[in-house]
C-alpha cells in the first residue's frame, strides 16, 4: 500500500513537466495549426540551459531566477524561430510545418551535443526544497510535493489567461478563424509570435524543472515529444484541462505500468490512447476539429495519369537505374537497393497521404512486420527467401487490416495520432515479446538465397520487385478506386451522398499501403540480413513522412523523388560528418522555404509559369480570369475556352 | 399507388431541445414541394434525416413505398434519391466532368475496381448530364476553380447521375444571382416534370419559392404549421407574421421576375 | 476631405487569374453605396482586396484622403474601416459578449461610438443571449453578431458582404432596418447584394461589377431609370 502510494506521488510530479509541455504543444497547435516537433526539443534546451545557469547563479534566489530565465531564454529563441521560419510557411499544407519543426529538431539534437557533449548532466538540487517530507509513513521529496502543487496553479493561470483577459479572447478567437481576427483590427502576427514563446516557454520551464529529479540527456526530447503527443491527443487538441487530466493519466500508467504490468511497460500508454480515441474519437476534453483549411494532398492541378510518352520516359529511367551495377561498387549498390526499398515505402505512404488524405504517422509499423514477417518464415519454416518476400507482407496486410479497421474512424491530426499509438504498440511488441522476437537483439542471419547473394543481384532483385510494385500502386490510383478514395478525401459528405462507403474505402486503401510498405520491409531484412524493432520506431515513419512531403504531397510522383533525394543524402551525410542531423535538419528547413510544394510540386508550377509564358501574351491571364471569375450572362452561350487556357490550366 | 415520399411523424431532439416535432407530409413524382420557414425551423434537420445524414428519434420515411428510415446516406442515394447541398461538397481536386464520372462509376457499381482507368468510364453520359445542365464548356476544368453558381449547377448533375425518383435541394439558389436563380430552377422543374421526379427543397428566395413550387410547407420552430399552394400559404396570417414579413424584400421583385419570365427571350437552358 | 473612401485602379488576382481589373468609386461620409452585379462578378474580392486579404492586388485605396493600399490588413482595420465578410465567420466556441470582445477598438473621433449595450439595443435578439456561444445561434442572429462584432471597433466605414444572404424575408427587413439606423448615426457602408430589392431599401448609390470590371456608377435614381443597365448586368 505505502510503495502504491509513493508511486502514485512520484507520477503526479512527473505530470507537471508533461503538463507543461503539452499544453504548450496544444496552445500552439490551436492558434497557428502547427503540429510543433520542436516542442521537445524546446524542452530539451529548457533542461540544459538551465543546467548551466543554475552553475553560475547559486543560492536560492539564483536558482529559482535561473529556471525562469533558462525558459524566457528559450522561449525567445522560439519567437525568433518563429519570426524567421514558421512565418514564412504558415499557408503551406499543415504537414509541411511539421516537416520544418522536425527539421528543428534534428538540428538541436546535434547542437546540444556541440555545446553541451555527449555525457549525462546532473544539476544541483533546488534549494530549500531538497529534503523530504513524511507522509502516510513514506518520505516524499520535498520538490515533488512542489511540482504537485504547480501544475493546478498553472493550469488556473491559463484558464484565467484564456478567459479573463482580452489577450487570451482573442487567442481563442484566432485559433477559430485567424483571418477574420486581423480584419478586426488585430495585428495576428504578433499575436501568433506570442502565443508561440507561451508555448515554448511552457515547455523549457517543463525541461527546466526536471533538472533536480533527472539527469539532463539527450534522448530527452523524443521521448517527451511522444508523451506530449499522446497526452494532448488524449485530453483532447486545444484543451487545456485536457491536458492537465491526461498528463496525470499518462503519468500515473507510467508509473504504475512498470510495477503492475512490466511486460508491456511500453505499450500501456499507447493502448491506452488507442482505446480513448476509439471510443471518443476527439479526446476525453476535445470537441470536434473544424474542418482543415485544406486537406493535404488536394491537389488544383487535377491528376492525370503517365501519358504514353512520358511512360517510355519512366522506362528508359528504369532501363538506366539497372544497367547501374555496370558501373557502381558494391557499397553504392547496397545504398542504392536501400534507397529503392524506401521509394517503395514511401510511394505505399503516398497512396494512404496524398490520394486518401490520411497521414499516417505509424507507418513504419508496416514495414517492420513486413520484414518480421520475412524472417519468421525463414527461421521458423525454413522456407527460401523468395517465399520469405512474398509471406512478409502478408503479416503487415493482416497488422493493417486491424490497425486500419479502427483508424479509419478518425481523420486528421488524429488520425496521425492513432496510427502512431499502433505503431509503438507494434514497436513494444517486437522489443519486449524476446521469445519470439528476440527483442534488442533482433533476429539475425537472413541471408538472401545464393542466387541474390552478390550486391549486384540483389539490386537487380530488389529493383524486379518494386518496380512492379510502384507501377501497380500508380495504377491503383487512376482506378475507378483511387477515385473513389480521391473523392472521399475531397468531400466525405458528397462522397456518401453518392453512394461511397468512406470507412470501407480508406480501409482498403490503409491495406493495400501496409502491405506494399511490407513487401519493403521483407526486402530490407535480406538486404541488411537481419532486423531489429527499431526499423519499425517513429524515425522511420518520420523519415516516410519527410520523404513524401519533400517531393511534393500534392503529386503523383513527388514520393519517388522525395525518398531518393531524401534517402541519398541523409546516407551520404552520415558518411561525411559528425553532424550530419545538424546539416540534414537545416537542409530539410531549407527546402521547406524554398519548394513549399515539395520538389515535384515545385518544378511542375515552373513549367506550367513556362508554358503559360509561352502560349500566349496577356490576353491569356485575362481568359483564365473571366472563366474564373465571372460566368457569361444567362442566356448566352459559354464561351469556349481557349487553347491558350486549356493549355495554362487544366494540364496536370 | 404509393406516393413517392411519404414521411410520418418525424421527429429529432439535440440534448433535449426538439428541433424537429412530429412532421408528417407527402411528395407525388414530377412534383415540387417547397420548404420553408425562420433559420433555425427545423428544416435542414428535416432534410438530413430524409437523406440518411441524421437518424431520426421517431417516425418513418418511405420513398416509393421502401422504407429508409435510419438508413446511411450511401443507401439512401441507392434506393433513388440525389442531394444537393446548401454549401455545396463537390470532388475539388477533379475536373468536372471527373466529378460526374465519379457519381455514374458508384451508381454502376465500378468503384470497387483496383485495375482499368476510370477516367474513359461513363465519359460519354458524363458529357450528357454536364450539356444538360450547361456545364459541357467546363468539363475539363478543376471543380476548386468552378464558380458559385457552376458549382451549383456541378451539384445537379451529379444528384442526376444515380437518375434519381426523388431530388432534395437545400437552398439550390442560395448565393446566385437573381436570373441565375430562375434558370437553374426552370431547368430542375422542366427536368423533373420529364422525368417524373419528384423535388424537395428549402430556400429563403420568395421569388423562386412562388415561381416554381408546386406546394409549400412552412416549418417553425420544428412544427408544421402551413401547407398548400403558394397563393394559400403566402396569405396566411401566422405565415406573415413568422416568416414572411411585410414583403418588403421580394414581393416586388418576384412581380417582375414573373413578368420576365413570360415575356423576355434569352433561356438559360440554351447555354448548352 | 470629401470621400470617405476612394479606390482606384483596383487589380487582384488568384493565383495566376486576373480578377478585377482597374475597378473604381468612391465612397461620401455618411453615404450608403450598393455594389451590385451577379455571383462571381467580383463583390467579394473588391472587399477583399480593399482589406488586404487577397494574395497579389495593385491600386491605390484612399481611406480618409490617406493611401491604406500597403498596409496590412490589421492596421486598415485600426483606421476605423470595418469588414464584415461573408458566411458570417462568428467565432462559434466564443459567446457573444466574447465576440464582441475580440472586435473592440478604442471611440475614434467622427465615428460613431458603440458599447455593447447600444449594440443589444440595436439587435435586441443579441440582448437575449449574452452567454450563448456564437456556434449555437441561428442564422438571422449570427448575421446581427457579425455586424455587431465589427461596430465595435467603431469604424467610420463598413464594408458589409451579402447581409441577407440565406436569411429569412422577416429578418432581412429587420436587417435593412439595423443597416438604417447605422446610416442615421453617420456611418457610411458599402454593401455588396444579391437581392436588389433590399439594396434598393437603403442605398443611396449603385456601383454594378461584372467579370471584375465597374460597369455602372450612379444613384439608384439613375439606375431606376437605366433599364438597359439593369437588364445587361442584374439580370432581374
Known amino acids: 500500500m505505502q510503495l502504491v502510494f509513493v508511486q502514485f506521488m512520484t507520477g503526479l510530479a512527473s505530470a507537471a513537466s508533461l503538463f507543461l509541455v503539452a499544453s504548450g504543444l496544444s496552445i500552439i497547435f490551436g492558434v497557428t495549426r502547427i503540429v510543433n516537433f520542436a516542442h521537445g526539443a524546446f524542452y530539451m534546451l529548457g533542461a540544459y540551459v538551465a543546467y548551466t545557469l543554475t552553475d553560475r547563479f547559486t543560492g536560492a534566489f539564483g536558482f529559482w531566477f535561473a529556471l525562469l530565465a533558462a525558459a524566457a531564454i528559450v522561449a525567445i529563441v522560439g519567437c525568433l524561430l518563429e519570426m524567421t521560419l514558421l512565418r514564412r510557411i504558415y499557408q503551406a499544407p499543415e504537414l509541411f510545418q511539421l516537416l520544418a519543426t522536425f527539421g528543428v529538431t534534428l538540428m538541436v539534437q546535434d547542437l546540444v551535443l556541440l555545446i553541451w557533449g555527449p555525457e549525462d548532466l546532473v544539476g544541483p538540487r533546488a534549494p530549500g526544497l531538497a529534503g523530504a517530507v513524511e507522509i502516510f509513513g513514506k518520505r516524499i521529496p520535498s520538490y515533488d510535493l512542489f511540482l504537485i502543487a504547480l501544475g493546478p496553479l498553472v493550469l488556473a493561470g491559463l484558464w484565467l489567461l484564456f478567459h479573463r483577459t482580452r489577450w487570451g479572447v482573442l487567442v481563442r478567437a484566432a485559433t477559430l478563424d485567424r483571418s477574420m481576427v486581423a480584419a478586426l483590427g488585430i495585428n495576428q502576427k504578433w499575436l501568433f509570435t506570442g502565443v508561440f514563446g507561451l508555448g515554448v516557454f511552457l515547455a523549457a520551464l517543463g525541461g527546466a524543472l526536471q533538472i533536480p529529479r533527472d539527469a539532463v540527456n539527450h534522448g530527452m526530447d523524443l521521448r517527451i515529444i511522444v508523451e506530449a503527443f499522446v497526452v494532448v491527443v488524449i485530453g483532447g487538441l486545444g484543451s487545456t484541462t485536457g491536458a492537465f487530466v491526461a498528463a496525470i493519466l499518462v503519468s500515473q500508467l507510467n508509473a504504475f505500468g512498470i510495477l503492475v504490468l512490466p511486460k508491456i511497460s511500453l505499450v500501456l500508454v499507447f493502448l491506452v490512447m488507442a482505446v480513448v480515441l476509439v471510443v471518443r474519437p476527439w479526446g476525453l476534453f476535445g470537441t470536434r476539429p473544424p474542418p482543415a483549411q485544406a486537406s493535404i494532398g488536394m491537389a488544383v492541378r487535377p491528376w492525370r495519369p503517365l501519358a504514353p510518352g512520358e511512360i517510355a520516359v519512366a522506362a528508359a529511367v528504369v532501363a538506366a537505374v539497372a544497367l547501374m551495377p555496370l558501373w557502381l561498387g558494391h557499397y553504392a549498390l547496397t545504398v542504392a537497393s536501400e534507397i529503392l526499398i524506401f521509394v517503395l515505402f514511401a510511394a505505399s505512404l503516398h497512396l494512404l497521404m496524398s490520394v486518401g488524405g490520411l497521414a499516417s504517422f505509424g507507418h513504419a509499423a508496416y514495414f517492420g512486420l513486413g520484414a518480421y514477417g520475412a524472417a519468421f518464415v525463414v527461421k521458423a519454416a525454413g522456407l527460401p527467401m523468395l517465399a520469405a518476400i512474398a509471406a512478409g507482407p502478408l503479416l503487415a496486410a493482416l497488422g493493417a487490416a486491424v490497425v486500419g479497421w479502427f483508424a479509419v474512424s478518425l481523420s486528421g491530426v488524429y488520425f496521425a495520432m492513432l496510427t502512431l499509438a499502433f505503431s509503438q504498440i507494434v514497436w513494444s511488441i517486437a522489443f519486449q515479446w524476446v521469445d519470439v522476437t528476440g527483442g534488442d537483439n533482433g533476429i539475425l542471419g537472413l541471408w538472401p538465397d545464393a542466387f541474390a547473394a552478390s550486391p549486384a543481384a540483389f539490386f537487380w532483385l530488389t529493383l524486379a520487385v518494386v518496380t512492379p510494385a510502384l507501377v501497380w500502386l500508380h495504377m491503383v490510383i487512376f482506378s475507378p478506386f483511387g477515385y473513389a478514395l480521391r473523392a472521399v478525401r475531397d468531400s466525405e459528405l458528397r462522397a456518401e451522398a453518392i453512394g461511397i462507403d468512406r470507412r470501407r474505402v480508406q480501409w482498403i486503401a490503409f491495406v493495400i499501403a501496409g502491405t506494399a510498405a511490407g513487401l519493403g520491409g521483407a526486402l530490407f531484412a535480406f538486404l541488411k540480413g537481419s532486423i531489429f524493432p527499431d526499423v519499425m520506431a517513429i524515425p522511420t515513419s518520420v523519415d516516410g513522412l519527410v520523404m513524401v512531403l519533400l517531393g511534393g504531397v500534392e503529386t503523383v510522383l513527388g514520393p519517388i523523388v522525395g525518398a531518393v533525394v531524401f534517402k541519398a543524402l541523409a546516407m551520404w551525410l552520415i558518411s561525411q560528418t559528425d553532424y550530419s542531423k545538424l546539416v540534414l535538419g537545416a537542409v530539410v528547413v531549407a527546402l521547406v522555404v524554398a519548394f513549399p510544394k515539395g520538389i515535384v510540386g515545385t518544378l511542375a508550377d515552373w513549367r506550367d509559369r513556362l508554358t503559360a509564358r509561352r502560349g500566349a501574351g496577356p490576353s491569356d491571364a485575362e481568359a483564365s480570369a473571366d472563366a474564373t471569375a465571372a460566368e457569361p450572362p444567362a442566356g448566352t452561350m459559354a464561351p469556349a475556352p481557349s487553347p491558350a487556357t486549356v493549355a495554362g490550366r487544366t494540364r496536370p | 399507388m404509393t406516393r413517392l415520399l411519404d414521411v410520418e411523424n418525424l421527429a429529432k431532439s439535440y440534448a433535449g431541445l426538439a428541433a424537429v416535432r412530429h412532421v408528417s407530409f407527402g411528395l407525388d413524382r414530377g412534383e415540387i414541394l417547397a420548404m420553408i420557414g425562420p433559420n433555425g425551423a427545423g428544416k435542414s434537420t428535416c432534410f438530413n434525416m430524409l437523406n440518411g445524414q441524421i437518424r431520426p428519434d421517431a417516425g418513418r420515411i418511405r420513398i416509393d413505398g421502401v422504407d429508409t428510415t435510419s438508413l446511411p446516406p450511401r443507401a439512401v442515394w441507392r434506393k433513388g434519391v440525389g442531394r444537393t447541398f446548401q454549401i455545396t461538397a463537390t470532388f475539388g481536386s477533379m475536373t468536372v466532368r471527373e466529378n460526374v464520372q465519379v457519381a455514374l462509376m458508384s451508381h454502376g457499381g465500378a468503384l470497387g475496381r483496383w485495375f482499368g482507368r476510370a477516367d474513359t468510364r461513363g465519359r460519354d453520359e458524363a458529357d450528357r448530364l454536364l450539356a444538360l445542365v450547361g456545364m459541357a464548356a467546363d468539363a475539363d476544368r478543376a471543380a476548386a476553380e468552378l464558380a458559385y453558381g457552376d458549382l451549383k449547377r456541378l451539384e445537379l448533375a451529379v444528384a442526376l447521375a444515380n437518375r434519381p425518383k426523388l431530388l432534395l435541394m437545400d437552398e439550390p439558389t442560395a448565393g446566385m444571382a437573381p436570373r441565375e436563380r430562375v434558370g437553374l430552377m426552370r431547368l430542375t422543374a422542366e427536368i423533373a416534370r420529364a422525368e417524373g421526379i419528384g423535388v424537395l427543397f428549402t430556400e429563403h428566395d420568395m421569388d423562386v419559392v412562388f415561381e416554381h413550387a408546386d406546394r409549400m410547407m412552412v416549418l417553425s420552430r420544428g412544427l408544421l404549421i402551413a401547407e398548400g399552394p403558394p397563393e394559400t400559404v403566402r396569405r396566411d396570417p401566422e405565415v406573415r407574421a413568422i416568416y414572411l414579413g411585410e414583403g418588403l424584400v421580394y414581393d416586388a421583385r418576384h412581380q417582375e421576375a414573373r413578368a420576365d419570365a413570360s415575356t423576355s427571350g434569352p433561356q438559360p437552358e440554351a447555354r448548352a | ?236
Do not use: C
Open chain 3, 1 to 236: 476631405m470629401t470621400h470617405k473612401l476612394a479606390v482606384a485602379n483596383l487589380n487582384a488576382y488568384y493565383g495566376q487569374a486576373h480578377i478585377l481589373f482597374d475597378v473604381a468609386f468612391t465612397v461620401a461620409p455618411g453615404e450608403v453605396v450598393a455594389l451590385l452585379g451577379r455571383n462571381g462578378a467580383g463583390k467579394s474580392t473588391t472587399f477583399l482586396s480593399i482589406m488586404a486579404m487577397v494574395e497579389r492586388r495593385s491600386g491605390t485605396v484612399l481611406f480618409e484622403g490617406d493611401d491604406v493600399s500597403r498596409l496590412p490588413t490589421y492596421a486598415i482595420a485600426r483606421r476605423g474601416l470595418g469588414f464584415v465578410p461573408e458566411n458570417r465567420r462568428i467565432f462559434a466556441d466564443l459567446t457573444v459578449e466574447e465576440n464582441l470582445m475580440v472586435g473592440r477598438q478604442a471611440p475614434r473621433p467622427g465615428a460613431p461610438g458603440w458599447t455593447p449595450e447600444t449594440l443589444f439595443a440595436l439587435f435586441p435578439n443579441l440582448a437575449e443571449m449574452r452567454k450563448r456561444p456564437g456556434g449555437r445561434m441561428s442564422g438571422g442572429e449570427q448575421q446581427m453578431l457579425t455586424i455587431a462584432r465589427t461596430l465595435m471597433g467603431n469604424p467610420s466605414l463598413v464594408l458589409l458582404d451579402e447581409p441577407s444572404e440565406g436569411l429569412a424575408p422577416k429578418i432581412v427587413e429587420q436587417m435593412a432596418a439595423a443597416i438604417l439606423t447605422m446610416k442615421r448615426e453617420g456611418l457610411a457602408i458599402v454593401l455588396s447584394e444579391q437581392n436588389l430589392h433590399f439594396a434598393r431599401l437603403i442605398s443611396d448609390r449603385a456601383v454594378i461589377l461584372e467579370k471584375g470590371r465597374v460597369r455602372f456608377s450612379g444613384s439608384l435614381a439613375e439606375l431606376e431609370a437605366r433599364p438597359d443597365i439593369r437588364d445587361a448586368y442584374l439580370a432581374v
